[in-house]
């Protein structure tokens, strides 16, 4: 099969791509519609959002001679040897021109997946506002993502609904719930981050729902006994959920019952965490992961057909340090992904959860010394057994400097944006 970005992208069909001046904007609307001829039974996607900033040329290397040889004299001091990928090689990949790549060394299961055909790569994916040329950014001739190289902005720029940079308020998958949340008996369960607070699940009039890693967390004092006491319990519950005329305080009234409800229902009806054992070596990221094979197994029970999950990873903000502390996060990535996807499988649900990587940006090809610093475009993962896998989309820039996307120090214009990166997932969903 041809891999370009118009196959990838084909069940997207939500851009004007018309000319360069053309804008990259979610069609939201566009989505709604396709939502209402929806496929039948149980759909999530799943963001690992990668915090600090992945390095991308250290997670998949070129590989075939002269590429290796082109990304060595690239960053030499924080290039990984050639015999440490033999193991990861993808082989040619004919979209790429034959070009051989590897898996970093750490990425063992992804290199299975990738071989079972159900991992892809997205090549140099990051924000645009409009197609953008080297020359563009250069003379600043065009809308630029606020704050390029930031990373505050650009988390917030990769999870917006709009590139508008810290401060936004709305998130691509929030919105995408918003517009799917008609399809579950409990709204409140559509957008679930077990990763921390993100505008990524902040939607119009979906609510981000947030769990722990180990699972929801109650309010306590509010059931059983408080101070030893049952009345000071009940007191309590009522005077944090009670009606009130202030309007500031029965809003929150209505929310803290809301929370307790939602926790309730979910506390009931999740398996225990047992049910799907941790990896080793284990961590937060494989427990956030339990958590949410936990919630995908609990979905008849709580009514839920259409879901979108944020779990995160930091420590990817490698200026220094790079060729220990980068293995040391994706060791903990490959085990912690690996070991979920297993549990897809064991719950027969592989087909119909789709996880995908992003973070706040790619880094520079050049080496600072013992690490690389900001960058822009970036490849990224999606995984599932819906994927057509075993398969780069869109281009997978050379690993030298000077190249017609090269904005400096080798940070590359993306080739796809994350607006075109987001509607497949959209598309896919509805």
Known sequence: MRASRRHFLKTASLMSMAGVAGPFALNLAAIGAAAAQTAPGYRAIVCLFLYGGNDHTNTLIPYDQPSYDQYFAARDTIAIARDQLAATATGAVASQGGREFA?????????????????????????????????QYNARSVPLPPKLFSHNDQQSVWQAQAPIGEGAKL?????????????????????????????????????????????????????????????????????????????????????????????????????????????????????????????ISARSAIGANRQVFLVSLGGFDNHDFLLTQHTQQLTIANAAVNAFYSWLVQMGVQNDVTIFTASDFGRTLTSNGDGSDHGWGSHHFVLGGSVLGHEIYGTFTPTTFGTSVDVGQGNTVPGIAVDQYAATFARWLG
Do not use: M
Not at 107 to 117: A, I, M, V
Not at 230 to 256: H, M
């Open 103 to 135: 898996f970093h060394p750490a990425l063992t299961s992804f290199k299975t997946r990738w071989d079972e055909g159900k991992l892809a790569v997205v090549a140099n994916v990051g924000p645009l506002i409009v197609p953008t040329t080297v020359a």
């Open 171 to 295: 998130g691509w998958g929030g919105r995408i719930g918003d517009l799917l949340a008609g399809q579950n008996a409990n709204v409140q369960f559509t957008c679930i981050s077990a990763g921390g607070n993100a505008v990524f699940l902040s939607g119009q009039n979906v609510i981000q729902y947030q769990v722990g890693s180990s699972g929801p967390v109650a309010i306590s004092g509010i059931s059983g006994t408080l101070y030893s006491s049952a009345s000071a319990s009940a007191a309590y519950r009522n005077l944090i959920t009670g009606t009130s005329a202030n309007l500031f305080e029965n809003e929150l009234g209505v929310v803290t019952n809301r929370s307790i409800t939602s926790n309730q229902l979910l506390s009931a009806s999740l398996p225990p965490a047992s049910t799907f054992p941790l990896p080793n070596p284990t961590s937060n990221l494989a427990s956030q992961l339990n958590v949410v094979a936990r919630i």
